[in-house]
Nanobody, 123 residues
């Protein structure tokens, strides 16, 4: 079973920044596409970003221009840099993996999930 662990969540004021990280305990990490999802209270799980095995990023319209995803295959980590955070960004953020070259926006396409990290944006 692939182990996944998110970190970096917290409390930030509107307009602030946070960096989320996801660490994977798996061999051949470079063969996995990695996605970031979030789930706000009372809402479904939303795809916000994904990075393919070649490093190609995908962003949801809701975060495009404010979020940057990157991966370090040597360290087996994926980072999500979030800027100009808004109250609407408040949610639990999850990373997940799929053993596939391409990204997907569908949660059911991902096999292994972390426990999530809370991001709260509030003044």
């Amino acid at each position: 079973q692939l182990q996944v662990a998110e970190s970096g969540g917290g409390y930030v004021q509107p307009g602030g920044s946070l960096t989320l990280s996801c660490a994977f305990d798996v061999s051949a990490f470079e063969t996995y596409a990695i996605g970031w999802f979030r789930q706000a209270p009372g809402k479904g799980r939303e795809s916000i970003s994904c990075i393919s095995t070649s490093g190609g990023p995908v962003y949801a319209e809701s975060v495009k221009g404010r979020v940057t995803i990157s991966r370090d295959n040597a360290k087996r980590t994926v980072t999500l840099q979030m800027n100009r955070l808004q109250v609407a960004d408040t949610a639990v953020y999850y990373c997940a993996s799929r053993i596939h070259y391409y990204c997907s926006a569908f949660a059911e396409d991902f096999d292994n999930w972390g426990q999530g990290t809370q991001v709260t944006v509030s003044s």
